[in-house]
């Protein structure tokens, strides 16, 4: 009869990955499962290690299997090399390799729902809406969290007028910021406003990464997440790391960023993340001198595009230069105009929001069970 | 609010050791997928490449078998097959389709397996 610890000892002085500390010590034995004469030996290793170390890796699997067979019984074993490290076993702070979240579990400590805002269109205000968004919802006595994963053009500490480097608490995490009722955290807080992201995809899948697990984010409601731009590794990142309840779609009223809008709406689609609405910013602008109405970008383009999507449209918010100038300024209007007609405007779009957010409560989500017999 | 992907499955179980997976759906569907499919058929770029003609066909498989099933955000999941093949994510649809054409499937790749001159 073969057994784990039989395994794990006959494993027990081969040196590691590193070629020297043994695997014994080092806890890079994973998982062994073992079936009738064969078993199994999962190894963690660094993410780069098949790329810079071949022939070592190569190396580390024959010996593996050779040490594997002098356990008593073992027919033959198979190395299987894994670059996730298990969270339990992660210091903290440490980025992790590859950050799979439990869909059905609890993706981010604390956080009730991970909302993405997005637009496919650069441009659009997706930021400013995200923003006054997030200080509407906590409006609504909701906890507010700001995650800033547009980390190629970070807006928030801007958004939110904080420039202060965050501390780090006892457990490595760092503690995010607070302004206007919300906690914030974004890459921006930790790099010179006008140093230039300059990131590959994988950077960017463990940057987000980090910013959603190697961060104190305490107890949420709601996490607001402003998204970069477009269908990209960003998008991808979250809609595989983290279960998030839905997207808001930002989108002008005009054909062109509603094409864009399009494609963001059926690439969250196609990854079954449901659309929680769709906002139109930018719907019209009212002269402050005359009073008179423009529709710069058409009008009600966004509230059709909705109908026809056949997801909820959730409010136009206008062009208008007090939103401008108070984003600019780190002050979002639903914040320090909360009686104006702006901040109501914001604030319907956010009781819209936790109305739909209320039907994708945990327990009305589809649930899969796995089951291995 | 309706995705267009596929529903996600109520149900995804390992039988018979790893070598089979039954993917049920709310509607009552149920597709046995056997590991050999799963794996030769993977959708990773490893075996799909980017494009079909840089498909690969992975011989050999006949009685390899699954180790571990990971969700991937809510439309997927990763397999673990015990040849350390992990690159694979497998999203609801994907199930659907090669449930609903796993016999087309099969002969396709075992016609591929013979014109090679390749074994299961």
Redesign the interface.
């Given at each position: 009869m073969i057994t784990k610890d039989s395994v794990l000892a006959a494993l027990a002085s081969v040196p590691g990955p590193d070629g020297r500390t043994p695997l014994g010590q080092s806890g890079g034995v994973t998982?062994i499962?073992v079936?009738d004469s064969r078993v199994?030996i999962?190894i963690t290793v660094d993410p780069a290690f098949p790329r810079t170390q071949p022939v070592e890796m190569d190396m580390l699997r024959k010996r593996v299997e050779a040490a594997a067979k002098t356990a008593p019984g073992v027919l033959s074993a198979?190395?299987?090399?894994?670059a996730e490290r298990p969270t339990t076993n992660a210091p903290a702070g440490r980025p992790k390799a590859r950050g799979?979240?439990?869909?059905?579990g609890d993706p981010v400590p604390g956080v009730k729902h991970i909302v993405a805002v997005a637009s496919g269109k650069g441009g659009v205000g997706k930021s400013t809406t995200a923003a006054n968004l997030a200080v509407s919802l906590a409006a609504l006595g909701l906890r507010v969290g700001v995650l800033d994963a547009d980390i190629y053009g970070p807006s928030m500490p801007r958004l939110f007028g904080l420039t202060a480097k965050p501390d780090v608490n006892d457990e490595g995490q760092l503690i995010p910021l607070e302004n206007h009722g919300c906690k914030v955290m974004s890459i921006g807080f930790l790099v010179d406003e006008n140093t230039p992201m300059v990131w590959r995809g994988p950077m960017v899948m463990s940057a987000l990464t980090q910013l959603l697990r190697d961060v104190a984010w305490g107890d949420l409601d709601v996490m607001v997440v402003d998204m970069p731009p477009g269908t990209g590794d960003a998008q991808l990142t979250m809609?595989?790391?983290?279960?998030?309840s839905g997207a808001v779609i930002v989108s002008t009223p005009q054909d062109l960023a509603l094409l864009d809008a399009r494609r963001g709406i059926?690439m969250f689609?196609?990854?079954?993340?449901?659309?929680l609405g769709l906002v139109e910013n930018m719907s019209y602008f009212v002269c402050p001198h005359c009073g008179e109405r423009s529709d710069i970008f058409a009008h009600g383009g966004a509230k059709r595009e909705a109908e026809t999507m056949?997801?909820?449209f959730l409010g136009e918010v206008p062009l208008e230069m007090a939103i401008r100038e108070t984003s600019d300024g780190g002050q979002p209007i639903a914040s320090t105009a909360p009686n104006g007609p702006f901040a109501a405007i914001y604030a319907n779009v956010a009781r819209e929001l936790s109305d739909?957010l209320a039907?994708t409560e945990p327990a009305a989500r589809?649930?899969?069970?796995?089951?291995?017999? | 609010m309706i995705p267009k992907a596929a529903p996600t499955p109520s149900e995804i179980r390992l039988k018979d050791k790893g070598r089979l997976l039954v993917v049920s759906f709310p509607d009552g569907a149920s597709y046995e997928l056997p590991a050999e499919l799963l794996r030769v058929e993977s959708p990773s770029a490893e075996v799909q490449g980017h494009s079909p003609s840089e498909k690969r066909i992975v011989p050999g498989k006949k009685d390899v078998a699954i180790l571990r099933i990971e969700p991937v955000g809510r439309y997927a999941v990763r397999l673990t097959f015990d040849d350390g093949h992990d690159s694979g994510i497998y999203a609801w649809d994907t199930f659907v389709s090669m449930g609903t054409n796993r016999e087309g499937l099969f002969a396709a790749y075992l016609e591929a397996l013979k014109a090679r001159g390749l074994s299961r």
């Open positions: 998982n499962s079936q199994f999962a198979i190395v299987t090399f894994t799979q979240g439990d869909p059905q809609a595989q790391t983290v279960p998030l059926a689609e196609r990854v079954n993340v449901p659309i056949n997801v909820p739909q039907l589809p649930q899969l069970k796995i089951v291995v017999e | -």
